[in-house]
């Protein structure tokens, strides 16, 4: 299909890890992008991985790459209350690198 | 850098009415690229432009929406007639190549 898909919903405790899952569809994509949404907030863009890598870490952000199955994950260690928000995963299309977003997945962080 | 800079912020207006919505791209980034996001459809790409010139406007719902981008440093998107299934958060984002980042958005609500 057309649709790059995530899960909806995401609930961790304060502490833990969080994964956020992703399917794309273009196995031409050269990037793969995670972006992160709070309320009435444009996009911030939190990561992103080249396609010929499998792992990327920035600080807490951990991206995983399976090209094969055309799978993304973004993992969040020691998740904090100000991670809870929206997060979007991208895939890139084309020459000018036109985005396809996921329909986003709300993560909730509780005590 | 300010960012991406969009007006207005918030747009109330009535069925019927041209409504013109408007992005400063962060300078020196050489495409630009208009979303659209609602809960039924997500984020949804309209038209993007490199170098001044558009590229593809192939997400643009109907002859009613238009955009421009006159220079480097301004853009424009236009509805004319506006109608009540318009209303959704209107993103403009630029890119010096592959990053892609966002403006705050403009909430437009037509009655």
């Known amino acids: 299909g057309e649709d790059v898909e995530q899960s909806l919903f995401l609930s961790v405790r304060e502490g833990d890890s969080s994964v956020i899952n992703c399917t794309y569809t273009?196995?031409?994509?050269?990037?793969l992008y995670w972006y992160k949404q709070e309320p009435g907030a444009g996009l911030q863009l939190l990561t992103y991985?080249?396609?010929?890598?499998d792992m990327k870490q920035d600080q807490r952000l951990t991206v995983l790459l399976n090209k094969k199955d055309k799978h993304l994950s973004l993992r969040i260690a020691d998740t904090q209350t100000g991670d809870s928000a929206i997060y979007f995963c991208?895939?890139?299309?084309?020459?000018?690198?036109?985005?396809?977003f996921g329909a986003g997945t709300r993560l909730a962080v509780h005590p | 850098d300010a960012g991406v800079i969009q007006s207005p912020r918030h747009e109330v207006t009535e069925m019927g009415q041209e409504v013109t919505l408007r992005c400063k791209p962060i300078?020196?980034?050489?495409?630009l690229f208009w979303y659209r996001q609602t809960m039924m459809r997500g984020l949804e790409l309209l038209i993007y432009f490199n170098n001044n010139v558009p590229i593809d406007d192939s997400g643009m719902p109907e002859d009613r929406f238009s955009a421009k981008m006159p220079n480097a440093s301004f853009s424009t998107l236009k509805i004319q007639p506006s109608e009540p299934r318009d209303s959704a958060v209107y993103f403009c984002?630029?890119?010096?190549?592959?990053?892609?980042?966002f403006g705050p958005g403009t909430r437009l609500t037509v009655t």
């Open positions: 273009d196995s031409s994509s050269t990037y």
């Open positions: 991208a895939e890139s299309r084309g020459g000018y690198n036109k985005l396809i």
């Open positions: 984002a630029s890119t010096p190549g592959y990053e892609q980042y």
């Open positions: 300078s020196g980034h050489n495409s």
């Open positions: 991985i080249f396609s010929n890598m």
